[in-house]
């Protein structure tokens, strides 16, 4: 089997060669948006409700209005295409140790301060070099190189949302999951349409405050839990993140009432991870993220009672998995990498107990 390094490359020569940069095209009518007097729309996919008169592009950047018809922008247009292992996403409970396709278009319909990836996610479309590749196209890729799934990643996935349903759509033909890992900034009559083409998501639980959320992502934090509920409602399995940040979001209280949230609303079977901060785009005045702090949040995660809690961007023994009835480790991981897996039909092979998520 070859290495991923070498898969990407590979798929990297192949999207280029089926792929036309910067192809001009007309663009593709956006979804779920009114229309306004003089011209003007009003975009309703997300919670900013821009309103757009003739020309102007909402906050995402890439959803236009044009002579009074909202389009998108990044249609066919992904900048970002790779292979990567599942638990990058990072999901642990779903298809653990298998490769994902993951792709991203240009733009977010946040300003968070922190992003990693912000030269795409805070980039216009015509900033980024881009390529013209169509849903069936992501299909025949994922199918090449033996991807069970295909992520929808990078960036804020939901701004390209028409993209991203028209790939689910030819994905699940094919028996090929979905992922969605998404900042959860969406309104719920989009949302509840998308879950029905979704397999799974990692929804990004940035801070649990709306003072952190207005200050460090000009978002709001209200949003983000009615997605979390509603994707508990329909039944989409889902892992949760929080990135900690120093003397941002890392005090315990606000850990703790967060972990008490969760354990109120979903339960305590989803997975948590708590990642590591590193000094990013313009919050680069912060020291990352000291372990000990992590640990603390772990520790908290456990106490209040969440079964499965992770460490990110850390090497150590939170990235296994454990049962949570004998205690035995079930999954031994090493970064992305899993080593050992003692999980058969989705019970403890020690125990027989039921681990929650989807394994095969």
Known sequence: MRKLTEITILISLAFLLIASSNDVKSPREAEFYEKLDNDAVRCVLCPNRCVLPEGATGICRVRQNI??????????????????????????????????????????????????????????????RSYEVTPEQIIEMAKEYNCKSIAFTYTEPTVFYEYMIDIAKCAHKNDIKTVWVTCGYINEEPLRELISYLDAANIDLKGYSEDFYSTYTTGSLAPVLRTIEICKEEGLYFEITNLVIPDANDDPEMISDMCEWLKEYIGTEHPLHFSRFSPQFKLTNRPPTPVKTLEMAYDIAKDVGMKYVYLGNIISASEDTYCPHCGKKIIDRYGFTVQEMHITDGKCDFCDYKIFGEFE
């Not at 247009?77 to 996403?89: A, G, R």
């Open 67 to 128: 002579n009074g018809t909202l389009y998108s922008l990044v249609y066919n247009k992904p900048v970002s295409i790779n292979i990567d292992p599942i638990e990058k996403k990072p999901l642990y409970h779903f298809y653990p140790g298998t490769t994902i396709l993951s792709l991203a278009t240009v733009g977010c319909n946040m300003r968070c301060n922190f992003c990693q990836n912000w030269t795409i996610s805070q980039s216009n479309p015509d900033e980024v």
